[in-house]
Structure formats: C-alpha cells, structure tokens
C-alpha cells in the first residue's frame, strides 16, 4: 500500500460529510444511509489495509503546508503508527456498527441527512484528532469533535432541555480547552515547533518545573473531553442526544480523545511524577465519584454515563501510573463494550416507547433475549467478571498502579479496587432491574429493526474476548498490545505473585458486586425511598450545584454589577449627563435665536461695530 | 478736485450711521430697505470719491457694479415684500418671528 494513502482515513468520512451535505435533499433517504455507513466503513477498510504502514517508528505524511508565517510553520501532517493505528481501527470500526445501528434506530424520525453528516463529520475530526502529528491540526480536530458533539446532543433542539445539554457540553469543555490551547503555545514557545514527534523528542530538554505545569496544562485540557473531576457535569446531561450519539460519544470518541492525547504525548509527561500523580489522582477520584453516581441512577442512559466517566478515570490512573498500553488496552475494550450497552440500552428504550426509568423497565429476558444477552455481556466486561475483556484491562491499570511501589499510587490502587467493587454493583443493579419481569410491565412491545440487534454481536464478542489482545503472561497469553506499543512502562515488573493476587481479589469483589445486587434487587421490582446519601449520589454529588454557588453565582454577581451599577448606572449616567448638558446649553442658545429681523439687524451691526474696533485696535 | 476728500468722507459717514438708524430704529419692512439703499449709497459715495481723489476708474467701476447689484437686489426684495404683505396684511417686522427657535 502507498503510504500517501493514509489521507483516505479521515477523508472518506469528510467525502460522506460532504456528499450528503449537499445533496441529502435531493436523493432517498436509504441512499444518504448507505452513503454514510459506507464512508465510515471505507475509512476503516484504509485503516486495516494500511496497518503494515504503521510498524516501527510509524509513517508519517506531510500533505501540506497549512500555515506558514515565518517561525511558525504548520504543514497538515499525519502521523499513523501503532498507538494511532490501534485507535483509528477502533474509532472506525465502532463508529460503523454505530453508524449501522443509527440506520435502524432513526428508522421513522426527521432530519436523517443532518444526523448522518453530522456523525460523519464526527468521525472525520476524532480521526483527525487520532491521526494528526501536529498539535495545531490536533486542536482542529479537538475543536471538531466538540463542535459535532454539541450539535449532536442537542439534536433534538426543539426542545429546551436538549438544546441546553449540548450548550453545556459545548461550554465546559471549552473552559477545558483553553488550558490545551495555553499547554500548545508554551510548547510552540518552548521547542519552536508544533510537531507532537518534535516535542516527544525534546522532552527531556525542557526544565522539570515547566514540564510539570505543561503535564498540569494537558491534563487539565484532557480533563475537559474526558469528563474528569472538575469537568464531568456535562456529560451526564450529554444523554439528552440520540442514543447512538451516546455510544458514539461516550465509546468511541469524545470521551477517549483525553485519554490518547495523553497517551501520544506522554514522554513529555511522563518527565514529570508530580504531573504524573496529578493525572493518577484526577483518574481514580473520577472513577470512584462516578462509581458512587452510578450505584443510585434511575435513568438507564445516566447511569451508563456515569460509568462512562469511571471506567475513563481507570484510563487516567492507567496513563499516570506510566502504562500507555494499560491505558489503550482498556480504552479498546471499555469503547466495546460501552458501545454495546449504549447500543442495547438503545434498544431497551426502545422496546419500551421511550421509557428510561429503571424501575418501570423489565422482562427484557424473556421479551427480547437478543437484547437481554448483549446487555449481559457488556455488563459481565463492565463489572469485570473473570475472563471477560474488561477484567483483564481493569487488571493491568490496578496492577501497574500498586506495581509503582509507593505509597501514593498504592493508596490510588486500594481506591482503584473499590471502584471495581461499586462497578460491579451498579452493573448487576442494571442487570436485576432490567432483565426479570415485573408488574406492570410496558406491555406492547415495539419491533426492533433487524440493524438494532445484529450490531451487538460483534460488539459483544469484541468486549468479551477483548483480554486476548493483551493477555498477561501469568494467563499464557503474549502481550500483543504491550509488544505493539512498546515497552512505556517505567516501574519494574511486578512479581507474578501479586499479580495473581490482585487478579483473585478483583474477581472477589465483582462477585461480591454481584451478591449484593442479587441481595438488594432480585425479586424486589419496587424502588426504595432513597435517603440523603441516595439523593446526594443521584445529583452527582450535587456538582451542579456546587458549580452554580461557587463558580456561576458569583460570576452572575460579577455580572449583574457591571451591568446594573457599572453600565447602567455608570456609563449610561455619564452618557445621559452629557446629553443633558448638551441639551440645556442648546435650550440657552435657542433663546437667542427669536426671529425678529430688529435684532440680528442690531446683532449685526454691533457685530460690525465690534470688529471695526477690532480692525482699528490692530492697525494701531 | 473742488470738494476736499474729508467733506466726502464726513458726509458718506454721516449719510451711513443714518441709514444704519433707519434700520435699526424703523419697524416698517420698507423702511429697513430704505435705510439699506440708504447705506449703500453711502458706501458708493466713499468709492467715487476716492476713485477721484486717485484719479483712478476702479471705484467707478466698482459702484456701477454696485448699482446693478442694488437694482436686482431691490426687485427680489419688493417682490418679498409684497409676498409677506399678502401673508401677514402688514409689514411690521415684529410679526415675522417665524424662525424663533
């Protein structure tokens, strides 16, 4: 394969974008389907195809220069080699079985040319994101992702609580941004170039305080796309959009741009510990407040949002306990299985006209077992039950974590393993709800359109077997991720002894997870009051709130004083002043004007006389 | 030349202040024109004479360009004239107050 080929990646989806922008009015809707779903497979054909290109130090293709101003040049460059390879394949794979699924799930709604160019468009800038070498073009991708993501959330903008949601999305994560905007131009400052490979490699150049703040920066910026503490309220409200927006976001895309940005940059980081820790710390707290989250949600979507925004805080401590491929191995296997429950829980909605309340959803089990089984899977990987994708990866991150053998990323571990515990709680709260019949079923079942269903099977497969893309040696497997992205790691193997251990206690605690959940809901359909903790877990933790008092209220107070005091009162005073005073001066002068021919004869001739003195005085 | 220069002088000034006067005193429109014309011809005086005293035609000239300027000026002003008295039924200055701000 050429190795100019490689612009085809992210182009195809553009070309779909583009095609169906124009001209989606004018042919049928299945062509707009088809044309869609077949650039995003065509892109994940190129990137299969072209995997040779990305061994050893990877391919890199200058298209062309995009800006040049004398210092600064930036040529539209792509960089395609394992790490980007691995992720194009995922984004591309997913993102077709979601594209696939969409045809179904929008089978009779409005607006299918403008869903369509807009997940296309999505997929083009996440690969953009995925595929560029250049911080700059990244930022476009970056900014592309989130543009799409606002428009696709507040999809149904008709309504007033979507189109807020997708303002919400917008906006925090552009309060993120701004520090990745910050981080890229110190770098440009710093190394003279925006080339990502340029900057890796002169990472260990730069002073160890500027790395730290730089490590802060991105991490910060990360934060943002990721959902991570501070900047995860907007993605609970995300799930206002379509749901195959949701697992398009919360799997495939969006949600892991953070993750890999720190991944493709992480020599730089990796120069600091205390950016390292920070990034660590970020991670688990994340996941443990949105494991608390999600133990008490009652709408089905937020509560895979907010394991979303847990297994995401794995991938953080997973990149800041310095395991890159801890780190991409489970963003592979989470982007699975995350898509299938999205993509199940899709279903689960639909088959129920549109309820999401837990607790007036049921008898998935016996009503739609294509569904039910599916949802299992994903569920089984979620809660890491031995064996599946995500107990393996979940694995790896806790063990590269206690592997740092200090105290720090020992405690980060403990707190890494209670996560696990409430995961595996919440996942089987999901399962004991949803999957037993109950009274008061929603009883006419709506059909499912077959693309709604064939789609999780490859998806559940994927999650279930996704451990044999990283197999521990300690299960007999090879390690072909590790082998792929290269040895990153930086602590010391840890003995096979604790990684057995820590493998038991996991497998101990989704079962207990299990027990609990078999405990407190099977056979109880009613839903308990919820008590103050309940509520408080329920509201995030009252972020929203929290947020609204410390950070929007006195931003409003700010605001209304500029504006009620300042520019009213103010400015506005001093401009009316002004006119009044003209205005007075003017009625003054009026008077002088009376009309009367006699007196500006007199004016005149006083005038006259006035300026005959004049003249005399001077000739003097 | 017979008539000495301040003779023309003292009685061009005295024939001007009592146009300005006339002006500034009278209230009738056709007066105030009066006092106009008056005052004119009090400037045109000073021009001939002094166009004699330096034996030069420029101020000749100039005051036959003055009465011809006069003239055209005193048609439009009698056609105002009666214009305004058609308007008003007098022409007493004081009632043409239509431009008070």
Redesign the interface.
Known sequence: MSRDLIFLIPLLPLAGALLNMLGGRFWPRRVTESLAVAAVAGATLAAALLWPLSGGEGTTVELFGWLRAGPLQVPMVLHFDRLAACMALMVTGVSTLIHVYGTGYLHRKEDAVRFFVLLNLFVFAMLTVVLADNLLLLLLGWEGVGFCSYALIGYWYREEENASAGRKAFLVTRCADVFLLAAILWLFQLTGTLSITAINAQAPLLAPGTVTLLALLLLVGASGKSAQLPFMTWLPDAMAGPTPVSALIHAATMVTAGVYLLCRIFPLISQSPTGMAAIAAVGTLTALYAATCALVQRDIKRLLAYSTMSQIGYMFLAVGAGTVTGAMFHLLTHAFFKALLFMAAGGIIHLAAGEMDLFKLGGLARRSPAVFWPLLAGVLCLAGIPLTGGFFSKDAILLASFARGNMFYQVLCLLGLLTALLTAMYSFRLIYLVGPARKGDIGEPHHLPSTMLWTLIPLAILGLAGGLLNLPGVWGGNEWLEGLLGPLITAGEPAHVFELLLGLIASLLSLAGWLWARWRYAGKPEPRPVGTAGTFFLKGWQADRAIETLLLGPFRAIARFWSAIVDERLLEGGVFLAARSCEGFGQQ??????????HY??AM?FGLGAIMVWVLLQSI | MIVPMGHILIVSTTLFFMGLGCILARRNLIMILIGIEIMINAAGLVLVGASALWRQADGQVFVLLLMGVTAAEVAIALAMVVYLYGFKRNLDIDNFDGMRG
Do not use: E, F, K, S
Request: proline share 0%; glycine share 16%.
């Open positions: 002068l009026r008077r002088l004007t009376t009309g009367r021919l006699g004869l007199t001739a």
